[in-house]
């Protein structure tokens, strides 16, 4: 490091130089959670076992914590992406978007007024005389706008201006990014504690009878009815008055404050619905039944008064005797369920298995959990909140009013759960057993986390515990239902009796009140007994004896007690429980004792040396014991002289239970087996040693205690667990402690290894244990982390057999091959049985070679010697959880250093060779096993993940303890073997990424990197790994070397090794084209994200000078990014809205939008990225793997804060040397950049993780596919994105489509964000957006200024705008607008002629941008934009001395604006209006020139735009009214093309909108058609469309656009049609568009007009791509048409006349509106009567039902009427035949025909014979399809139809039905049935058959009506033929069940043929009479043409 310049040493110094050491070893206290650790009691020798138990649980814990890690709060930061209070140090930034959103009002309810619309067809804007620009106020204008400046000057102060006030972490506002690929993030595991459940708190406040006669003593406790398991100890509790505790006073010598407790914490590990707390309740010993004693409690109430009350008094002094004489008795009495189901709420237990179970080691979750989960699992003592606990339960108090009397014979457990099962199953209970009212009031709740004043169960003060509090609460021991897996971490050595059941029914008559006195005795003597069992309610801490409750007259009672013991720590064979057997008598008889004894049981603690706990059957001596019973267990005592006199002969007559909870003993053979061999080699003992039932001698004892090492495996996991600390320690002290064992060496070092790989096996692939993310066992991990310690090694322990101790014992251990062959051997041990004599000699042959080897070794070289010698199962077990072996490793190692304090010596030498040699083989066979399991199917890979991860972690962990260089060769050895192994890309790219992820975040990575080398002067790392790419070859040598600084070359992968192999990774996923690569692609850029946001963040490096070196070590990722642009997510096509609106965003998101980009995208434009000609050329073709939205923004935030801190003047120079292709692939960047980093507002400020939203899109395109079926239907649903979802009405009724109750909305919904975080979060996302635009101007600056002096300007400066103006696009804050129009006045000023000659297209956006500004409610912004607009009219005068181009720009953009951004505003519009003008008039320089008066006429004319916009502001509610003045506005250009233009894709946009999309199509082919028009003006070319007429075959209303010569202007005029669109792309453009919409429509028949103008040109062009696509459009099309002809829906028509003056000019005007199809008579009522209710108020309208002509004269004046009729589609005959298919019937139409029905006394209806009908038909002014949706009706004409008339019509319409049901291909019987039942059927024969009678019955006597009558006869005829060939027909296609169904039809027809037969063969002879004379005769009933009209609705209708 000698020659790095002092800057360079001092920042290595600063970010924490190389000398110190990471890694600290600290010792940390426990934490304690009561006052006095738990302690066995004091001056005991302890056994060995024991002293280590309660060493391991007090000891403190060792923990290697990293130095330099950072403080905890970056490592926060870094995680949550914001500091707490760092939200307050930033600026708001104020975006008008959210200023526009708190300033409207809310719609004001009531009336408005209908603003009526004058002048439909007046041509011209209506001028706005009226309203004077001058009358305004200017805004103020920005000082020395007009002062000459050089640009040189302008361009420094805006940079100035720029760096003041920036935000120094740009990753501080960046949202963190998704924890999924964190891998770096090693979970810290969690301390090991005392487990405890769900805590419930449970206060007993009352306990009262009806009669308060004695003291009662209640005790609770859980139970669980489904497990048949009581789950919690008792709980003893005395309510009674201090009165009744008088009557008791003789026997309770002292009460403890700890027994007044009257409050209890329950703990519940497995929350079920099934749990009960039982309450009992027991009173003192009195004579009689529990029935008799209950009798006073059933019948008396203290309230009864009188006599009630001296039976009482009386009842009380009966008690206070007993109580003197009984009182240390107890009898039952009574108890009571409480359920506590609703507690433990069911609902959330299912959930049990993931939430509950984490806590106690369970996990059924992926082990892949996200870090949030997994830090959430362990935030232990799971608060009952969090798993169903109740989480609604704040606290309940609950009453119990009636008790279940004790049953004297049914007092046992069983028979509990029994009478549980039934009381949970129905109330039959109360039924059998007597109840006795009472009440107990007692409270509930959720324990709180700290409970002041509270006793553990052994009655120990738990923190914090005041000095004065009286009444403790006491924590009640759970025993759980099942295993919990919880190491011990406390000392807890208690003992459970639980007497069950006495059988004296054969012995002597005196036993009845039996009661038993239990004692623990530690001899045999009556002083023995030792106060060690825990005292009840109301009395001493400890007793020496406890008496069972009695049941009076009872030879065989069972019991109920629980006799809890506190274990003394050391036991001997002395210790036992001794059972006394009283009889006791309730009658008090002169002179006899109370008790008489009855006899005696005893149980040993202790059975060979082991706790006795479990079930016992004992016999009972009934007499006293012999001297020394104790030693033998009271089933095998040897015969006493004088022999034992025994209840029942010996046999067993007394059950009891006795469990243990116990951290000492550990109630497993396996563990107690190893524990004790242990021992016996530490401590000095006399063989042979007790080990069990086995005797073990010292020749014997290696090789017992090698099986037991073995077979500790086998012991049960719950024990093993529970013990897991000790077993883990006693074995890692076995395997480096030197043993002597009769004289022998012995070693059981690889024994020991295998047992701990054979552990950490079982512990992974137990179901019941969790694990974390990265898959490790959670109680290894915490084992690892904090227990762990390096072994101490006794040093001499002289063993009995041994004459003397070695003088050295050093740490032996076997050489290699002998371990092996031990290894073998120990394998066939494993199968061997465990009594195989044979094993005794396993190692004999290896003897020699252990003395040989016999070296010092330490604990890490022991485990990695272990490690690479194992062979068979254990190996690939030891490398399948190679993290518990690595972590053990690091850990050793780090003691061992700070053991060796070789903290300060050289690194290379700390470790001994061997032990690196180790390392290196364990690294290279881990690889290895990696990449062979990736070679392996699927299944291995998460397996292959993990290992990759430990491996990772590990290399992480040595770089901080061993030589660096040594490491980094172990990570390329690492990198270049899995190169080798693997070919598949995805995953090699993926395991190296998560490989090198882990290195990087290593807190020395920037020194790791040499980040603060100079390219020149760096010393190298290993050798390159992989092949680099050349760097782009340059002019000088200086140059090339800045260039190359930008590239991955291979000098910079030699200097920067880490850096170096990361960016290979990313360059290679970025370049991969293979399948699956786009996850890894999203993991690389992940790497480099959080790695760039770690340093920014970081606290070393905030120094600026710090962040420029490592943006320059960083600057290769420039190069990679450039490289991947055309992968970058296209945010054009994601959520462009070129006008902002607050409309909702199904509005925007309907298709079809005529998005601007897209348009100039297929106009072949270069404005949009993806098709701009410039990137595509700087671009090789190829398929590229796009990246999603989330993995671009995350690669454009590194690139921005690369800018950001690089050195500037460096990336100019490097900009400066740049081809301009890179160059304008550097300004795609950022264009793209600028979409990326777009402000979304409030609501969507925090980052809704995209992935949820995409998983829910693509379930709701699942969703949707699954209930449209139809074909592409997401297709169409997306077409149709729904409010009024067009082909299924139905949908959006249905509760499930409404989207707010929808799983897909709520992944976005905020519910759980409170208002200020949604602040926050918004204040932190509008920063980031400022920032990341500031940074992308900065970057423009630095081009502009880098290629000033370039000559590739030109094409550049286009880019440069396109960006800026793409940026003024989005929502951006006033701080970012007032630096951009700083810098755009500076590019004006110095390019001006560039901009107006070269750029139009950005000029015209330009312009529109600017505009959009000028209206925006910001002062600041308008000031800005005024000013810059101002500037641009200027220079553009400048440079043309005429800005006719700017003035069409300008008038054209707010004719766009206007038309399309709701949130417009003409008010600060005209404001900007006045400033320009002032500008203007200010300007002195050009007072001279005509520039004034031109910006003044431009002005005026601009505001004559804003007065008809305002208009449109009014009809804003109404949209029919809005498109009509549209309408009129774009016809009032008529004679300025660019702006009838613009007007109507306005049209088009809103129509679009409402989902209208014909209508949207039919305006674009409006617009096509005046481009048309003016190009044939321009050119003659054969294959363009002349003019409008081409385009009738698409709408014959399309006339309306041809120009006549007149009122036009030239089109060569300067600024006139220069628009985009009048070229021919821009044609084929507008007709595509139209084409896609015509389609979305369902007009495919158009499609191919459309198409049919537009082939021509492309095949013009030799546009074969493109045709190709046409082509394949039309295909689709014109399948559409098969597959969908009558399925489509095209519109339904209605007329609507309007009438009543308050209409206006609307008053009695009719129109025909066209709505969507299916659309109801109902919902156009109801939307247009609702509409005109708001105007009008609601009262005021009215709708008429009818369709009959109005009367004026008899509608009420103040009223606003409207009619509403549905009309259908109406041809003449002639037209019929041209009109075939569906679409041509519904398509260009005119005419419209409704029926209504009248009689001639003026009801609607009547009998047939007086029934007309009137049929009318309008004529509207254009033809539908149209850019409209209403049409104004222009002629009307009716006819009448006489009753005759309308019986043949109805007759032939029956006829048609008949002939089509019997004509249809295939037949359709039901069909067919349908309409013969409605013809023949004997229900209907009224109809056919009433008409022949009314009508034909006689011939009429006007002979006018002879005609007719012939003619119905005619009909009927025809019908009945009709019939009869219906009747057979059906016969053909019936089934057998339907024969006599046919034969009912035939009836029917038959009958129906006689009836007809006489009427239909009567003809007039009148008209067949030979005609002489011609004789003209006027028929004024019936006019030809409207019966022929008739005739064909008809047929049509059909």
């Not at 007993?204 to 003593?217: A, D, N, R, S, V």
């Not at 070196?1109 to 990014?1121: E, F, N, R």
């Not at 039809?1945 to 007039?1964: A, G, Q």
């Amino acid at each position: 490091m000698t020659h790095l310049n002092s800057l360079d040493v001092q920042l290595a110094q600063d970010l924490g130089d190389f000398t110190d050491d990471d890694l600290d070893v600290v010792f940390t206290p426990k934490e304690c959670r009561t006052l006095q650790p738990s302690l066995p009691e004091e001056g005991v020798e302890l056994d060995p076992h024991v002293r280590d138990c309660v060493q391991t649980y007090i000891r403190e814990w060792l923990i290697v914590n990293r130095k330099n890690q950072g403080s905890p709060e970056i490592c926060g930061f870094k995680k949550t992406g914001s500091r707490k209070d760092f939200h307050k140090t930033l600026p708001k930034q104020t975006f008008e978007s959210e200023t526009l959103e708190c300033s409207e009002p809310d719609a004001q309810a009531g009336p408005r007024h209908l603003n009526v619309l004058c002048d439909v067809s007046g041509k011209g804007p209506v001028t706005a005389c009226d309203f004077d620009l001058r009358s305004l106020q200017p805004d103020k204008r920005l000082e020395n706008l007009l002062e000459q400046v050089s640009a040189e000057d302008f361009e420094k102060q805006n940079e100035e201006a720029r760096r003041t006030n920036r935000q120094a972490e740009l990753f501080a506002l960046y949202p963190s990014v998704d924890e999924e690929d964190a891998v770096e993030i090693r979970p810290v595991p969690e301390c090991p504690k005392e487990h405890l459940g769900n805590r419930i708190l449970v206060k007993l406040l009352t306990l009262k009878f009806e009669i308060e006669i004695e003291p009662l003593f209640a005790s609770i406790a859980l139970y669980d009815v489904k497990e048949r398991k009581k789950i919690s100890e008792n709980f003893h509790c005395d309510l009674n008055s201090d009165q009744f505790k008088g009557f008791l006073r003789a026997h309770t010598p002292s009460v403890a404050a700890s027994s007044q407790a009257r409050s209890a914490v329950f703990s519940v590990t497995y929350p079920s619905s099934d749990i009960y707390l039982v309450v009992k309740i027991e009173k003192v010993l009195q004579q009689g039944e529990i029935g008799d004693c209950a009798e006073p409690y059933l019948v008396i109430k203290e309230s009864d008064g009188g006599k009630s009350k001296e039976k009482i008094e009386k009842l009380k002094l009966q008690a206070e005797s007993f109580c003197q004489r009984l009182g240390k008795y107890r009898m039952p009495f009574a108890w009571a369920p409480i359920s506590l189901s609703s507690f433990f709420n069911v609902s959330t237990l299912e959930r049990e298995v993931t939430d509950v179970d984490s806590v106690v080691g369970r996990s059924s979750v992926g082990e892949r959990r996200t870090l949030a989960q997994s830090r959430r699992l362990s935030e232990r003592a799971l608060s009952l909140e969090e798993n169903g606990v109740g989480s609604n339960f704040k606290t309940s108090t609950l009453s119990v009013s009636s008790f279940f009397k004790q049953e004297g014979d049914r007092l046992s457990d069983e028979d509990l759960f029994k009478f549980l099962a039934d009381y949970k199953r129905s109330s039959s209970l109360q039924r059998r057993v007597k109840s006795i009212p009472g009440l107990l009031r007692l409270e509930i709740s959720t324990a709180p986390e700290t409970i002041n004043c509270c006793l553990t169960p052994e009655m120990l003060p738990v923190k914090p515990f005041p000095e004065n509090r009286t009444r403790p609460h006491k924590e009640i021991l759970e025993f759980p239902t099942r295993e919990v897996y919880v190491p011990h971490t406390v000392y807890r050595n208690l003992l459970y009796v639980y007497p069950q059941r006495l059988n004296f029914v054969n012995k002597l008559a005196s036993a009845r009140n039996i009661t038993i006195k239990i004692q623990f005795m530690c001899g045999e003597d009556a002083s023995s007994a030792m106060p060690v069992i825990f005292g009840k309610s109301s009395g001493p801490e400890f007793l020496q004896e406890v008496y069972t409750a009695v049941t009076y007259h009872n030879k065989s009672p069972d019991f109920y007690e629980e006799v809890k013991i506190k274990l003394p720590a050391k036991l001997t064979v002395n210790h036992h429980l001794l059972f006394t057997f009283y009889h006791i008598s309730c009658q008090q008889k002169q002179g006899a004792s109370v008790e008489t004894l009855l006899g005696y049981s005893w149980l040993p603690i202790l059975l060979n040396e082991r706790l006795q706990t479990g079930s016992y059957c004992l016999p009972v001596a009934l007499e006293k014991l012999p001297p020394n019973y104790s030693m033998h267990s009271a089933e095998k005592v040897p015969l006493q002289n004088p022999p034992i006199k025994w209840a029942e002969g010996h046999k067993g007559v007394f059950n009891i239970e006795v469990q243990a909870v116990s951290s000492v003993h550990t109630q497993d053979n396996h563990l107690e087996k190893f524990f004790t061999l242990c021992h016996s080699l530490e401590s000095q003992v006399t063989f042979p040693i007790r080990v069990l039932d086995q005797k073990i001698s010292e020749m014997a004892l290696e090789h017992e205690l090698k099986l037991s090492i073995i077979c500790l495996n086998s012991s049960r996991l719950e024990p093993l667990v529970l013990f897991l600390h000790l077993v883990l320690d006693k074995l890692f002290q076995l395997s480096v402690q030197p043993m002597v064992i009769a004289g022998q060496t012995a070693n059981f070092s690889q024994f020991a290894f295998e047992s701990v790989v054979a552990i950490a096996n079982s512990l992974h692939n137990s179901k019941d244990l969790s694990k974390d993310q990265h898959g490790r066992n959670c109680l290894l991990a915490s084992y690892v982390h904090y227990v762990f310690r390096l072994p101490e090694l006794q040093r001499d322990v002289p063993k009995s057999g041994a004459p003397t101790a070695l003088p050295d014992p050093r740490y032996h251990t076997y050489g290699r091959t002998s371990a092996a062959a031990v290894s073998s051997k120990l394998l066939q041990a494993r199968v061997m049985s465990s009594s195989n004599p044979d094993l005794a000699g396993t190692h004999s042959a290896a003897d020699e070679e252990v003395k040989n080897v016999m070296s010092s070794k330490h604990f890490h070289e022991e485990l990695a010697l272990q490690m690479v010698v194992s062979t068979g199962m254990v190996r690939e077990t030891v490398f399948k959880y190679a993290w518990f072996f690595f972590e053990l490793l690091v850990k050793s190692m780090a003691q061992h250093v700070h053991n060796m304090d070789k903290r300060d010596s050289f690194r290379r030498t700390r470790f001994s060779d061997r032990f690196m040699d180790d390392i290196t083989t364990i690294v290279n066979v881990v690889t290895s096993e990696i990449a062979a399991l990736l070679v392996k199917p699927q299944k291995e890979n998460e397996q292959a993940e993990k290992m990759n991860i430990s491996l990772a972690f590990f290399l992480y962990d040595l770089l901080s303890l061993m030589d660096r260089g040594f490491v980094f060769n172990l990570i390329r050895h690492y990198c270049n073997q899995l190169s080798a192994k693997l070919n598949n890309l995805p995953t090699l790219i993926s395991m190296r990424l998560e490989f090198l992820r882990i290195l990087c975040s290593h807190e020395h990575y920037l020194n790791l990197n040499l980040f603060f080398m100079n390219a020149d002067t760096a010393p190298t790392s290993p050798c390159p790994s992989i092949s680099s790419q050349n760097s782009s070859s340059c002019s000088s040598f200086q140059d090339q070397k800045i260039a190359s600084m930008f590239d991955l070359t291979s000098e910079y992968r030699q200097q920067h090794f880490l850096t170096g192999l990361l960016f290979t990774e990313l360059a290679a996923a970025l370049d991969a084209e293979v399948e699956g690569i786009s996850k890894v692609q999203r993991k690389a850029v992940s790497a480099i994200h959080s790695l760039l946001s770690s340093h920014d963040l970081d606290p070393r490096c905030v120094k600026p000078e710090v962040k420029v070196k490592i943006a320059a070590l960083y600057l290769p990722l420039v190069g990679i990014i450039l490289d991947a642009l055309p992968q970058l997510c296209d945010f054009t096509g994601v959520d462009t809205r070129r006008y902002r609106t607050s409309g909702s965003d199904e509005e925007q998101e309907g298709a079809g939008a005529i998005n601007q980009n897209v348009a100039l995208a297929i106009a072949g434009n270069n404005f949009n990225l993806k098709t701009s000609g410039i990137v595509l050329s700087s671009l090789p073709y190829k398929q590229y793997n796009m990246l999603n939205a989330d993995t671009t923004r995350n690669l454009m935030i590194c690139f921005l804060w690369i800018m950001k801190n690089a050195d500037q003047s460096l990336i100019r120079k490097w900009i400066a040397d740049l081809p301009s292709m890179q160059l304008n692939r550097i300004l795609d960047l950022l264009f793209i950049c600028v979409l990326c980093f777009e402000y979304k507002g409030k609501q969507n400020s925090d980052k809704v993780s995209t992935q949820v939203l995409q998983k829910s899109r693509d379930v709701k395109a699942r969703l949707e596919e699954a209930l449209l079926r139809g074909e592409g239907a997401r297709g169409e649903m997306m077409r149709r994105r729904a409010p009024g979802n067009d082909r299924f009405p139905g949908l959006n009724e249905n509760l499930r489509w409404k989207k707010e109750q929808t799983h897909w909305r709520q992944a976005n919904e905020k519910l759980d964000k409170t208002k200020a975080e949604l602040d926050q979060e918004a204040l932190i996302s509008g920063n980031l957006a400022t920032e990341a635009h500031l940074i992308i101007l900065d970057m423009q600056e630095n081009i502009i200024q880098a290629s000033s002096a370039l000559d590739c300007k030109d094409s550049l400066l286009g880019g440069v705008l396109r960006v800026l103006v793409n940026s003024l696009n989005c929502d951006q804050s006033t701080t970012y607008l007032t630096h951009c129009f700083a810098t755009l006045r500076a590019l004006i000023a110095k390019f001006g002629d560039l901009l107006f000659e070269e750029e139009v297209e950005q000029c015209f956006d330009l312009c529109h941008q600017v505009l959009h500004h000028c209206s925006s409610s910001m002062d600041v912004t308008r000031s800005q934009a005024c000013a810059t607009l101002y500037l641009l009219m200027r220079f553009s005068f400048g440079a043309t001395s005429n800005f006719a181009r700017v003035k069409m720009q300008v008038t054209m953009s707010l004719a766009s604006l206007v038309g399309r951004a709701p949130d417009f505003n003409e008010e600060h519009l005209r404001r900007s209006l006045r400033t320009i003008l002032a500008y203007s008039e200010e300007d002195t320089a050009m007072q001279m020139t005509p520039f004034p008066t031109q910006v003044e006429e431009l002005l005026c004319n601009l505001n004559s735009i804003l007065y008809d916009t305002v208009k449109m502001r009014e009809f804003q509610e109404d949209p029919e009214m809005l498109m009509d003045l549209m309408y009129r506005i774009a016809k009032s250009y008529q004679a300025s093309p660019d702006l009838r233009l613009t007007w109507l894709q306005n049209m088009a946009e809103k129509h679009t909108k409402k989902k209208c999309y014909t209508e949207a199509a039919m305006c674009l082919v409006h617009a096509a058609a005046l481009v048309a028009e003016y190009l044939s003006m321009l050119e003659d070319h054969s294959y363009l469309p002349v003019g409008s007429v081409s385009f009738q075959n698409i709408s014959s209303n399309v006339l309306e656009e041809s120009v006549v010569s007149d009122d036009t202007l030239s089109p060569d005029e300067d600024g006139v049609c220069a628009g985009q669109y009048f070229t021919e792309s821009g044609l084929v453009g507008l007709l595509e568009q139209a084409a896609e919409l015509f389609s979305t429509g369902g007009l495919y028949e158009t499609v191919n007009e459309v198409y049919k103008l537009v082939i021509p040109i492309l095949e013009a062009h030799r546009e074969f791509r493109k045709l190709t696509l046409t082509h394949s459009k039309l295909q689709r099309a014109f399948d559409s048409i098969v597959n969908k002809d009558h399925k489509r829906m095209f519109g339904t028509y209605f007329r609507v006349g309007f009438f009543g003056s308050k209409f206006g000019d609307l008053d009695e005007q009719e129109f025909v509106y066209k709505e969507p199809a299916i659309t109801k008579l109902p919902e156009i009522s109801h939307r247009l009567e609702a509409f005109y209710g708001q105007c009008f108020g609601a009262e005021f309208v009215e709708v008429i039902k009818d369709s009959t002509p109005v009367d004026k004269t008899k509608l009420d004046p103040n009223k606003a009427y409207i009619q509403i009729t549905f009309v259908e589609p109406y041809f003449d005959e002639y037209e019929m035949k041209d009109r075939v298919t569906y679409f041509e019937k519904n398509f260009n139409l005119r005419r419209f025909m409704y029926t209504t029905p009248f009689t001639l006394e003026g009801r609607p209806r009547g009998e047939l014979h007086e029934q007309h009908r009137r049929n009318t038909v309008l004529t509207t002014m254009h033809a539908f399809p149209y850019i409209k949706t209403r049409i104004s009706v222009i002629q009307k004409e009716e006819f009448v139809l006489t009753p005759i008339e309308v019986a043949i019509e109805d007759m032939k319409k029956k006829t048609l039905q008949l002939a089509v049901a019997i004509n249809q291909e295939p037949p359709d019987p039901k069909m067919l049935q349908m309409v013969l039942q409605g013809s023949v059927g004997a229900t209907v024969n009224q109809g056919p058959l009433e008409v022949a009678q009314v009508f034909l019955a006689e011939i009429p006597a006007d002979p006018k009506l002879y005609r007719h009558h012939n003619k119905l006869r005619l009909c009927f005829k025809e019908f009945i033929m009709r019939c009869g060939e219906a009747v057979e027909k059906n016969k053909r296609l019936i089934t057998a069940d339907q024969r006599e169904y046919q034969q009912e039809l035939k009836k029917n027809y038959s009958k129906l043929k006689e009836n007809l037969r006489p009427m239909i063969e009567r003809k007039i002879p009148e008209l067949y009479k030979p005609i002489f004379r011609v004789e003209s005769q006027k028929r004024d009933s019936f006019h030809r043409s409207s019966f022929r009209k008739c005739e064909t609705q008809l047929s049509q209708g059909s």
